[in-house]
Nanobody
Framework: QLQLVESGGGLVQAGDSLRLSCAASGATLSNYAVGWFRQAPGAEREFVAR????????SYADSVKGRFTASRDNAKNTVYLQMNSLKPEDTAVYYC??????????????WGRGTQVTVSS
């Protein structure tokens, strides 16, 4: 059973950077595409970024395009989300999920518990 654990969240100021990690255990992460999603208080969980199994393809939500970059190191069974030029509206709990390469939550079968990112103005 694939298990995912996110890390790297924290409290930062607007304009700062963070790198989130999504570490997998129990199975080989390279068999799965990975999506990043986020959920702010009172809001639905929304798509942020996705990366294909070998990392050849990525796509991003318009709100983060040009600021966030997804990458993966399959040798380490880990996927990353580099977040630059953070804005207060990026504040949310960030989740990684493994499944089929898609921007839809329904296409991901395995989810981490999330990591909090808070961006102060």
């Amino acid at each position: 059973q694939l298990q995912l654990v996110e890390s790297g969240g924290g409290l930062v100021q607007a304009g700062d950077s963070l790198r989130l990690s999504c570490a997998a255990s129990g199975a080989t992460l390279s068999n799965y595409a990975v999506g990043w999603f986020r959920q702010a208080p009172g809001a639905e969980r929304e798509f942020v970024a996705r990366i294909s199994t070998l990392g050849a393809s990525t796509s991003y939500a318009d709100s983060v395009k040009g600021r966030f970059t997804a990458s993966r190191d399959n040798a380490k069974n880990t996927v990353y989300l580099q977040m630059n030029s953070l804005k207060p509206e990026d504040t949310a709990v960030y989740y990684c999920a493994a499944g089929t390469y898609s921007s839809s939550r329904n296409m991901y079968n395995y989810w981490g518990r999330g990591t909090q990112v808070t961006v102060s103005s």
